[in-house]
């Protein structure tokens, strides 16, 4: 079973993730509302998969995305912001993340991000 860490400094958005994927089979090994915690919580799980908000306090999710490639350059991480600019979804996807999805979002539109995610995880 794939481990997720959700990163958003909304409690609503966090919930919402956890529980459409939950659903889905994954394990929801961390939460955390900023890319501090994120890190401190990646370190310790080993996650498999990512979910990121970008725009969040202490540090941001770009600066995140970039931390938790360091650590691991196989975790597959799915951006999930309220920042729709192509600009900032480029950046992230720079960065190493491999998804990005709007917020708001709906639960199909999040299972099938993470379906996609899981699905190149399985051919690389």
Do not use: W
């Amino acid at each position: 079973m794939k481990k997720l860490l959700i990163v958003d400094d909304s409690n609503i958005i966090r919930s919402k993730i956890a529980r459409c994927l939950g659903k889905y089979g994954l394990e929801i090994a961390g939460m955390a509302s900023n890319g501090q915690e994120a890190l401190a919580q990646f370190k310790a799980t080993r996650c498999d998969l990512v979910t990121m908000d970008l725009t969040m306090p202490h540090m941001d999710g770009i600066e995140c995305i970039r931390a938790l490639r360091e650590i691991d350059a196989h975790v597959r991480i799915l951006v999930v912001s309220a920042l729709a600019d192509k600009a900032t979804a480029i950046l992230a996807l720079k960065e190493g993340a491999q998804g990005f999805l709007c917020k708001p979002f709906t639960e199909s539109d999040l299972t099938e991000a993470i379906g996609e995610l899981i699905s190149d995880d399985d051919n690389d």
